[in-house]
């Protein structure tokens, strides 16, 4: 199905939606579209800066010291919005009270973020540990990713990369151990020669696990890794 028909199937949809009064899931305000009341939607914390184009942390445009030093592993970081009020409340919201309306405002706030053309083979999920996502009962990468790749006509590959290792959350440690903690924890055994991929999760903050899993990619052959977040965390 080509990407022409399936926006206009999702612009049907939106017009369908539209008709129907809908609660802001911010701050529950009836009469909004697509999620949220327009006060909400001006209030969210999207990227104005120039950043650097492989992490996304601020710079004049260029790529930024660590990035110069030490190069991650994907090619570069398209973030929607930086982690703050009230734009960190939505993701809460989604991981942890599994508030899955939430998905589709946050997808589509990144699809206005992204490029128009994709150019990938396919969108990957970050994965979750088995008891994590046994715990959650989804893994919000994947409800992302599988909007995106609707949109888009792309594919999305969840079960290509699995997590080997059930390593402790990342955002209870310090951040000079996230690299340690998430070291070895996936694991990839098909052929990705050439392959264009786009991983997908909800939140940037040191970069540790996508490095991790996207060096994971490139040891099976993987030609371009980008990665869609949500939000990006800025440093203290």
Partial sequence: ????????????????????????????????????????????TTIA??????????????LCGACLKTPPEFD????????????DALIQSLKYHANLAITCVLAEKLIEAAPGSVGADFFLPVPLAREKQRERGF?????IAKILGSYYGVPVEANLCGRVRNTLSQTSLP???????????????????????????????TGATLNELA?????????E?????????LPM
Wanted: hydrophobic share 40%; proline share 3%; aromatic share 6%.
């Fill in 139 to 143: 893994n919000q990468a994947h409800e």
């Fill in 76 to 87: 570069s970081v398209t973030a929607a919005f930086i982690y703050a009020f009230p734009t």
């Fill in 215 to 223: 060096k994971t990619l490139r040891k099976q052959g993987a030609a």
């Fill in 1 to 44: 199905m080509s990407n022409s028909i399936l926006k206009r199937i999702n612009n049907c949809l939106r017009l369908g939606l539209g008709a129907i009064p809908q609660s802001c899931v911010l701050c529950a305000a009836l009469g909004c579209r697509d999620g949220l009341c327009r006060a909400c939607n001006s209030s969210l």
């Fill in 49 to 62: 800066y120039t950043h650097c184009p492989r992490c996304a942390l601020p710079t004049d445009g260029n």
């Fill in 175 to 205: 951040w000079s151990e996230r690299t340690k903690n998430i070291r070895g924890a996936f694991s990839c055994t098909h052929d990705l020669t050439g392959k264009k991929i786009i991983l997908v999760d909800d939140v940037l903050t």
């Fill in 225 to 233: 890794i980008r990665a869609w977040v949500v939000v990006r965390t």
